[in-house]
């Protein structure tokens, strides 16, 4: 099953514009053809930390938590599979 969550995971980022996908679309996307929330997001840090999807950038979503609260900001990872064209763009020491 973690196999066939992968492959699904990095089939919907090679599917998105340039710019990459959100970490929460894919989470929603494949919440919604089945797979568990949690599941998911576990394996898109796992496949992060295994150098199989690469962080391109991010999005900031203003989230009120009811009417007419002040909205707080969350940010989210746009990614997309590795390459090691965009590898480089991390220096990472380790």
């Not at 514009?17 to 394996?43: C, I, R």
């Not at 962080?55 to 990614?79: D, H, I, M, N, W």
Request: include cysteine.
């Amino acid at each position: 099953m973690r196999a066939a969550l992968r492959q699904a995971i990095v089939a919907l980022a090679e599917t998105a514009p340039e710019g990459g996908m959100s970490m929460g679309a894919l989470v929603d996307t494949l919440e919604h053809n089945g797979y568990a929330a949690q599941e998911v997001e576990l394996e898109i840090w796992a496949m992060l930390a295994a150098r199989r999807l690469t962080p391109v950038g991010f999005v900031c979503r203003k989230v009120r938590s009811e009417p007419g609260a002040t909205p707080t900001r969350t940010y989210e990872f746009l990614l997309v599979p590795w390459s090691p064209k965009l590898d480089g763009q991390l220096e990472l020491t380790l």
